[in-house]
T-cell receptor, first 114, second 113 residues
Framework: GQQVMQIPQYQHVQEGEDFTTYCNSSTTLSNIQWYKQRPGGHPVFLIQLVKSGEVKKQKRLTFQFGEAKKNSSLHITATQTTDVGTYFCAGGRAGGTSYGKLTFGQGTILTVHP | NAGVTQTPKFRILKIGQSMTLQCTQDMNHNYMYWYRQDPGMGLKLIYYSVGAGITDKGEVPNGYNVSRSTTEDFPLRLELAAPSQTSVYFC????????????FGPGTRLTVT
């Protein structure tokens, strides 16, 4: 079945440093979504990418979807302590009963030292 | 709107006991999902539903059952609980249009001993 791998598993940064997490799928995706989960909380939707090569920005966060629609990345510029949490990518497949289903990566746990 | 609500928040079960995790959404979403989250393993899909009366298995359905008699409710049943079912369980819902983003409930932390 479809697999979505995410690296690194952990990332420790000093406040102000940049952070990047990478996501790779074993199959071509119809879309990719990113979620953030604060410690002790539940996943919260950040963004969805649909088009090949798409880049979207949300303030200090930059999301990219690869040309082949099999990989994606999330980059945070100048991290802040409020960025602490686990970041998940989740890949979607189009068509039939796969519609609406997501396969989640293992997540990257980000800690930010002030 | 309350969004997605789950009960209970915490539960300890003995091996072999059964229980039902409740999930309700008030956003009129047609899709609903059950995930389990184990440390360092991300979210694994247990079951999902595309509408009332329709359910299907996800990646890890063994040991679980679901039903969807209404749009709002999607309970998850654990029969004969085993230690391997110790996990955090999240219910989610989404609308079949737009971004299909999933809205998650607060989770149920289940321990089986």
């Amino acid at each position: 079945g479809q697999q979505v791998m995410q690296i690194p598993q952990y990332q420790h940064v000093q406040e102000g440093e940049d952070f990047t997490t990478y996501c790779n799928s074993s199959t071509t995706l119809s879309n990719i979504q990113w979620y953030k989960q604060r410690p002790g909380g539940h996943p919260v939707f950040l963004i969805q990418l649909v088009k090949s090569g798409e880049v979207k920005k949300q303030k200090r966060l930059t999301f990219q979807f690869g040309e082949a629609k099999k990989n994606s990345s999330l980059h945070i510029t100048a991290t802040q302590t409020t960025d602490v949490g686990t970041y998940f990518c989740a890949g979607g497949r189009a068509g039939g009963t796969s519609y609406g289903k997501l396969t989640f990566g293992q997540g990257t746990i980000l800690t930010v030292h002030p | 709107n309350a969004g997605v609500t789950q009960t209970p928040k915490f539960r300890i079960l003995k091996i072999g006991q059964s229980m039902t995790l409740q999930c309700t959404q008030d956003m009129n979403h047609n899709y609903m999902y059950w995930y389990r989250q184990d440390p360092g393993m991300g979210l694994k899909l247990i079951y999902y539903s595309v509408g009332a009366g329709i359910t299907d298995k996800g990646e890890v359905p063994n040991g679980y059952n679901v039903s969807r008699s209404t749009t709002e409710d999607f309970p998850l049943r654990l029969e004969l609980a085993a230690p391997s079912q110790t996990s955090v369980y999240f219910c989610a819902s989404s609308l079949l249009q737009g971004t299909y983003e999933q809205y998650f409930g607060p989770g149920t932390r289940l321990t089986v001993t």
